[in-house]
């Protein structure tokens, strides 16, 4: 299995405050990703990251922003939790090849 | 985008073969169609990829047709361990690989 942790893996929060989602890999990968799921629907990407410092945005990056200062960490930031962003997030690693390998995820609950 | 069609739901009896349909009519010539599962309260588990030709793999095979605006999924003999929601992708060549995930079919084995 690939080396991808994510912390915590569950939280609850209160609406308006801020939140930081982290993604740890073993693998060295060059690739990194965030998504969310929300029920009954299939995953959909937030940002992702090309390298260290390097990032940008997915489908749905508004509110949410992402950092990565190290190869192997890379962390999603709600700076001012919403309702909307209840969800199940997870993260996904990939070197130069086709298979992205995803982490456990992460269950947010905003009250 | 280019996006995929796959049926809600699906079920199949145990140690029989699972053919999974995906509709992809807009397909773009170097979109590549890729294949991933989820099994319950886990992160999506890539399955197999394939751009013109038929693939095979440890795990399944991948069917597509002459003008690749559908491809089938087929699990050889299903097990328990294959109820899953599977999900049909065709992979974003640029911005760094992206994977754009639609509904999925939900696969129910019974045994």
């Known amino acids: 299995d690939a080396g991808i942790t994510q912390s915590p893996r569950h939280k609850v929060t209160e609406t308006g405050t801020p939140v930081t989602l982290r993604c740890h890999q073993t693998?060295?990968?060059?690739?990194m990703y965030w998504y969310r799921q929300d029920p009954g629907h299939g995953l959909r990407l937030i940002h992702y990251?090309?390298?260290?410092?390097?990032?940008d945005k997915g489908e749905v990056s508004d509110g949410y922003s992402v950092s990565r200062s190290k190869t192997e960490d890379f962390l999603l930031t709600l700076e001012s939790a919403t309702s909307s962003q209840t969800s199940v997030y997870f993260c996904?690693?990939?070197?130069?090849?086709?298979?992205?390998?995803f982490g456990p995820g992460t269950r947010l609950t905003v009250l | 985008d280019a996006k995929t069609t796959q049926p809600n739901s699906m079920e199949s009896n145990e140690e029989e073969p699972v053919h999974l349909p995906c509709n992809h009519s807009?397909?773009?010539?170097?979109?590549?169609i890729h294949w991933y599962r989820q099994l319950p309260s886990q992160g999506p588990e890539y399955v197999i990829h394939?751009?013109?030709s038929n693939v095979n793999n440890r795990m399944a095979s991948l069917a597509i047709a002459e003008d690749r605006k559908s491809s089938t999924l087929i699990l050889h003999r299903a097990t328990l361990r294959d109820a899953a929601v599977y999900y049909c992708?065709?992979?974003?060549?640029?911005?760094?690989?992206?994977?754009?995930f639609g509904g999925g079919t939900r696969l129910m084995v019974k045994p």
């Open positions: 394939g751009l013109t």
């Open positions: 807009t397909i773009s010539g170097t979109d590549y």
């Open positions: 990251s090309y390298g260290v410092k390097d990032t």
């Open positions: 996904a690693i990939r070197e130069t090849g086709d298979e992205q390998f």
């Open positions: 693998e060295n990968h060059r690739y």
């Open positions: 992708i065709l992979r974003d060549n640029n911005a760094g690989n992206m994977l754009t």
